[in-house]
């Protein structure tokens, strides 16, 4: 159910239900409503509104197994690195910009003395 998405993600992104609810402007009780399972089918304009709030495409809300399908399929593609993106916290976020700094500094070839400023 998309209750049980949505706590995992803002679980995972660390958040509370008040900051969700910052972020989305829907209402705390009915955050904890969806999360519950008690309101199981919200509108379009919620779930558009909780995946921006947690910075997802709304059909990984919606758990559409077809969408990850065509990631896997493509896992060299921009699609796949989009989508993975999309469900990465602000620590693994961090991590990944490390990672493509260290990316730039090889392919500029600088003396390593330079890669600290990519540290």
Same mark, same amino acid.
């Not at 008040?18 to 209402?27: D, F």
């Not at 065509?70 to 620590?91: C, G, H, P, V, W």
């Given at each position: 159910?998309?209750?049980?998405?949505? @706590?995992?993600?803002?679980?995972? @992104?660390?958040?509370?239900?008040?900051?969700?609810?910052?972020?989305?402007?829907?209402? @705390?009780?009915?955050?904890?409503?969806?999360?519950?399972?008690?309101?199981? /089918? &919200?509108?379009?304009?919620?779930?558009?509104?909780?995946?921006?709030?947690?910075?997802?495409? &709304?059909?990984?809300?919606?758990?559409? @197994?077809?969408?990850? $399908?065509?990631?896997?399929?493509?896992? /060299?593609?921009?699609?796949?690195?989009?989508? =993975?993106? /999309?469900?990465?916290? /602000?620590?693994?976020?961090?991590?990944?910009?490390?990672?493509?700094?260290?990316?730039?500094? $090889? =392919? $500029? $070839?600088? &003396?390593?003395?330079?890669?600290?400023?990519?540290?």
């Amino acid at each position: 159910m998309i209750g049980d998405h949505v @706590k995992e993600m803002r679980m995972k @992104k660390q958040l509370s239900l008040s900051e969700l609810s910052e972020r989305t402007k829907i209402t @705390k009780s009915y955050l904890s409503n969806i999360e519950r399972n008690i309101s199981t /089918n &919200p509108t379009i304009d919620v779930i558009q509104k909780l995946a921006s709030g947690l910075k997802v495409h &709304p059909s990984v809300l919606l758990n559409w @197994k077809e969408d990850r $399908k065509e990631f896997q399929d493509t896992n /060299n593609s921009l699609a796949y690195i989009k989508y =993975r993106i /999309n469900s990465m916290d /602000n620590r693994q976020l961090r991590e990944l910009k490390n990672y493509v700094d260290v990316i730039e500094w $090889k =392919r $500029k $070839k600088v &003396p390593l003395s330079g890669l600290i400023k990519y540290i």
